[in-house]
């Protein structure tokens, strides 16, 4: 059993990242598996060394430590080209050249949630008609058809990828890889086995799912988890600062006190009491934890 906390270092970790980092720990160490921590840098715009460092200093002060040594994403590029070609090879893969105001202005109506699925328009573009140096995107062709999948906290999903999303892309026009398909890559090589994250991901699971088959590769069980959100029932991000771990720890608040919130929230606690995640292990239960978005006030 093998599990992986798998942050992005474009910021300091909010409450939302650690109640990630906190529910995948226990859920592996409680059933004697490893925890692996991977640096998801691929965005070289976004990403900071220096908040990957601070990530892991604040991963130790916590009390959640990681085994093995550390993947960085932005060391990995031969081997995501590796698999971006054998999709290439199977003619799976096409470029595409539409700027953000093409996609917009093709998109697929009746999406209200802010998705965007991408039309098709470039499929069928071969890299010599369009010339090499052109800079474009490269895509990924997806059936007509439903991938289906049980997510280990909220069930059965059943998904049709060509409405969720359309061809989805593999690496950005400026040569940065796509989430989707390195987390599939390392997930596979770092042999996880099981993925728990915030069920915004929840989405993103049925195009990974088609990728893993696709290439052949041993797909992982996944559990999502729910989020945590301000008082405005807006989910965390970078920008609620007050519960921010820089704050938090300025504020001189505890690891204990912070995990007993955490673990008052995924429902292992009656209260908030402080506590050190070890202490936690023989209390967890997934039953437990909710499935409706949490306020979270600390
Ligand atoms: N790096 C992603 C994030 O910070 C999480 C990826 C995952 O857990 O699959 O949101
Ligand atoms: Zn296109």
Known sequence: ???????SPTGRMHLGNVFCALLSWLSAKSKGGAWRLRIEDLDPDRSRRDFALQLMDDLQWLGLPWDGEVVWQSQRSDIYEHYLNQLQ????????????ADIMATQAPHETDGR???AGTCRGKTLDEMGKN??????LMVPDEIITFCDGHYGVQEVNLTKHCGDYILRRKDGAWAYQLAVVVDDALMGITEVVRGRDLLLSTPQQLHLFRTLGLQEPTYIHHPLLINENGQR???????????????KHKTPDEIVGFLAFWAGILPSPTPMKPQDLLPLFKWENV???DITACI
């Open 89 to 100: 090879d199977a003619g799976l893969t096409y470029p595409c050249y539409c700027t953000r």
């Open 134 to 139: 052109t800079p474009h995107a490269t895509r």
């Open 1 to 7: 059993m093998v599990s992986r906390f798998a942050p």
């Open 290 to 292: 909710p499935t409706d």
């Open 116 to 118: 965007i699925v991408y």
């Open 236 to 250: 965390l991000c970078k920008r609620d600062k007050s519960l921010d771990l820089s704050v938090l720890r300025e």
